[in-house]
């Protein structure tokens, strides 16, 4: 088949990478596989356009909003995965609820990366129960051996922390969801009594207007530092040399910063939501906190209990090994697009 696939493409995000991986284990499987950036797409008609043009069989989508409802009244039979906030936050929404609603209703299937976001899309649309799949995301990590961490401290401005260094890595766009400044005020006064503490906080500008407030705020405080993205094997590699990656966003779907950290046998610190609880237990597999003097508590207890560490990044690989194989989910999108996409073509 030939499948028109719409996800909003900014570079180094998690849709971009999570579009590019399922591109593969579809196109592994002998289909032809089209990305379009959904973010640049305007309107049901164009994307009709694109179809007949194209002459494309079939239409997969992430994000019900941002990208499935150019899928609706087209005439192609179509897949959508849940992005997270369309589950969290645009439902919120009563005009986007109603547009999600019938891009479900006219989906011959859809995928959830958890349980819980099952759940909540069931709450919603109960009627649409038997078309949700479970299908964690896979992970499969390659960090860049030739990485230079040297010359990336250089470049970043962070030559001048001491030797022993803790560096912090919170991966994420910036835009107010991911909520980066959130634990700011907190590393600020432990950077101050401990100047070897830093938070990177690192990724694409996504909001051009948040992305002012932050470097704004960050101005004034020492210990934080605001890097622009870097090419996914890169950003591997730093994981691999950072102490913790920590996530602090207000909601989430499946974070990949998080998965790929768990595999790249680093400590992950997460803010207490659900989309974080449904993969990180707590004192298991990482350590989740519900605000900035409890998340300083317990980077502390990491940093001082190397048996926590090591007890946290084991359970963490294995839970990765166990149930974000990517083998398993190649199978499971060829399955879903050649069973649910081909009936009736």
């Not at 799949?133 to 960090?143: E, N, S």
């Not at 890595?169 to 910036?174: A, E, N, P, S």
């Not at 992305?211 to 870097?230: M, P, Q, Y």
């Not at 998965?259 to 989740?288: W, Y």
Request: charge should be neutral; glycine fraction near 6%.
């Amino acid at each position: 088949m030939k499948i028109l696939f719409l996800a909003c493409l900014r570079a180094n995000t998690g849709n971009s990478t999570t579009a590019e991986r399922i591109r593969s284990h579809l196109e592994a499987a002998g289909h032809e596989c089209e990305l379009r950036d959904a973010a640049e797409v305007h309107s049901t008609l164009e994307v009709a356009k694109l179809i007949c043009q194209g002459k494309f069989d079939a239409g997969l989508a992430i994000h019900m909003y941002k990208a499935g409802r150019f899928l609706l009244a087209n005439q192609i039979p179509y897949g959508v995965i849940f992005g997270g906030t369309d589950i969290n936050e645009d439902v919120k929404n009563e005009e986007k609820c109603r547009v999600m609603g019938a891009v479900l209703e006219d989906a011959r299937f859809a995928v959830a990366f958890t349980s819980k976001m099952k759940e909540a899309a069931a709450k919603h649309w109960p009627q649409a129960i038997s078309k949700i799949h479970i299908q964690p995301q896979g992970i499969l990590t390659m960090p860049n051996v030739s990485f230079d961490f040297e010359a990336f401290l250089h470049n970043a401005g962070m030559m001048h922390i001491p030797g022993n260094h803790h560096i912090f890595l919170l991966i994420c766009g910036l835009r107010r969801v991911k909520d980066p400044l959130y634990l700011v005020e907190a590393f600020a006064e432990w950077h101050e009594r401990k100047p070897s503490i830093c938070l990177a906080i690192i990724g694409p500008m996504v909001d051009p207007v948040f992305t002012n407030e932050v470097k704004a705020k960050l101005r004034n405080i020492d210990g934080v530092h605001l890097i622009e993205e870097i090419p996914q094997t890169d950003l591997q590699a730093l994981i691999q040399r950072s102490f913790a990656v920590v996530n602090s966003s207000l909601s989430e779907g499946m974070s990949a910063a998080i998965l790929e950290a768990m595999d790249l046998e680093v400590p992950v610190l997460a803010r207490d939501i659900p989309g974080n609880a449904a993969i990180v237990c707590h004192k298991n597999t990482g350590l989740l906190f519900s605000n900035p003097q409890e998340f300083v508590k317990m980077a502390k207890r990491l940093m001082s209990e190397p048996n926590l560490k090591r007890k946290i990044t084991n359970n963490a690989k294995n839970y990765i090994r166990t149930h974000h194989s990517w083998e398993l989910e190649r199978e499971t999108y060829q399955n879903l697009v050649q069973i649910c996409l081909t009936e009736g073509l």
